[in-house]
């Protein structure tokens, strides 16, 4: 009966049209409410004490800094260094959408962002410049799972938290599978492209090329700058180190 209550609660808030979290909060304080013996300021604490958390609250800062950097720009700045980068080869749009995926999984740490961040102006492109629908979104999938794996990863986080493992040593673990991904899905569409005869962007010459490296520079070294960050960074404890 609980339960059911539960359920039914949330289903009328979100169709309701209340956010999925908030709704997930007010049918849960209403169930307690209802069916259960704990005061209402055992909750507020239980709210408290689960938020204050080190390691949770980089989960939310993340996601803002991938937020920040799609609204400010940045991800078109880094397809223009992609497609500057690995444009002239045949299918190098494709190619400059993996790239692109790879750089920006550096900053937001989630899928999500990066499908949306890099997806909404090359999918488009790539369309246009007569790729097949499918493959375009089969490799812009593909290449937004570089998201969780190369740091920082919103979901490493979370299983290190759990698990009571070094967010650092995570990291670092991420690295180097999440290049070899990227580099295997640069090698299929170079295939792709061979095979199904995509074509290749104009070459960008060298000026070109340095106008987008001075442009995408902050966003190309921020990886770098929070992946050393967080490994030869301290704790709040004087005595707890990353490194186990």
């Avoid at 740091?151 to 698990?163: C, E, F, K």
Wanted: with cysteine; net charge positive.
């Amino acid at each position: 009966m609980t339960l059911a209550t539960l359920i039914i609660l949330m289903l009328i808030f979100v169709l309701a049209g209340i956010p999925i979290a908030f709704a997930i909060g007010m049918s849960s304080m209403l169930v307690m409410i209802i069916f259960g013996n704990m005061p209402l300021v055992m909750v507020a604490q239980k709210v408290v004490f689960s938020a204050d958390s080190f390691l949770f609250l980089a989960v939310p800062f993340f996601i803002l800094a991938g937020v920040i950097m799609e609204r400010g720009g940045i991800s078109e700045r880094l397809v223009r260094f992609a497609k500057a980068l690995v444009g002239q080869i045949r299918g190098g749009l494709a190619m400059a959408s993996v790239v692109s995926s790879i750089i920006f999984a550096g900053l937001s740490g989630s899928a999500v962002a990066d499908a949306s961040a890099i997806g909404s102006i090359l999918i488009p492109a790539m369309k246009k410049s007569g790729y097949k629908k499918e493959f375009v979104v089969g490799l812009q999938s593909s290449a937004a799972i570089l998201g969780p794996i190369i740091p920082p990863s919103v979901l490493m986080i979370i299983y290190g938290s759990m698990t009571d493992l070094s967010i650092a040593r995570l990291f670092l673990a991420g690295i180097i599978p999440g290049l070899l991904i990227g580099g295997a899905l640069i090698l299929a569409s170079y295939v792709f492209a061979v095979r199904h005869g995509y074509p290749a962007e104009a070459r960008a010459g060298l000026r070109e090329l340095w106008e987008s490296i001075k442009n995408s520079i902050l966003a190309l070294i921020l990886p770098a700058i929070i992946i050393f960050g967080t490994c030869l960074g301290f704790s709040r404890q004087p005595k707890q180190v990353l490194w186990r």
